[in-house]
T-cell receptor, first 115, second 110 residues
């Protein structure tokens, strides 16, 4: 079974530029999550999708971050414009459903550096 | 603000010893609790889940949950150098949304 795929693995941009990350979840997984992990901290949930609908985006900075999951499979997370404090690893995870007993599987992450 | 607290460490134990990792959480309504292991530069990997009070054992790992004290712990027996990693405690709120602690860095010395 293929795992969660993410690209790119690394990205370096200057502040005020825009950037986009892509995630392909495990086949058949209805629920998809984007997390932000700042160095030395635990992951923080940004947004959760159930199929192609947003379940929770309460911690997504909507003035600069946006995310979509068209057709209920792949997802993209965009930052525009980026700030220095956005430097972090962006992790995508997926689970079969939203049930607590269904494990979340994490992708390798995208390491973003904002200069 | 729902919080999950962990000692950042590092926690240093000799090879073969028991490593004890602790976590407290603030939301009394939390029902599901997880321990993830994260190697440097890698993504989190689930190693234990626990849903009811008491102990749950899986190989060298034992998770302990005390909902009255809002406390969850992870014991690693016969610690190996390959166990050296950051251990993240996570609490599941409604809808399978995880709140993570900051992680405890474990170092197992040969």
């Amino acid at each position: 079974e293929a795992g969660v795929a993410q690209s790119p693995r690394y990205k370096i941009i200057e502040k005020r530029q825009s950037v986009a990350f892509w995630c392909n979840p495990i086949s058949g997984h209805a629920t998809l999550y984007w997390y932000q992990q700042i160095l030395g901290q635990g992951p923080k949930l940004l947004i959760q999708f159930q199929n192609n609908g947003v379940v929770d985006d309460s911690q997504l900075p909507k003035d600069r971050f946006s995310a979509e999951r068209l057709k209920g499979v792949d997802s993209t997370l965009k930052i525009q414009p980026a700030k220095l404090e956005d430097s972090a690893v962006y992790l995508c995870a997926s689970s079969f459903t939203r049930l607590a007993s269904h494990e979340q599987f994490f992708g390798p992450g995208t390491r973003l550096t904002v200069l | 603000q729902k919080e999950v607290e962990q000692n950042s460490g590092p926690l240093s134990v000799p090879e073969g010893a028991i490593a004890s990792l602790n976590c407290t959480y603030s939301d009394r309504g939390s029902q599901s609790f997880f321990w993830y292991r994260q190697y440097s530069g890698k993504s989190p990997e689930l190693i234990m889940s626990i849903y009811s009070n008491g102990d749950k054992e899986d190989g060298r790992f034992t998770a302990q949950l005390n909902k009255a004290s809002q406390y969850v712990s992870l014991l690693i027996r016969d610690s190996q150098p390959s166990d050296s990693a950051t251990y993240l405690c996570a609490v599941n709120n409604a809808g399978n949304m995880l709140t993570f602690g900051g992680g405890t860095r474990l170092m197992v010395k040969p």
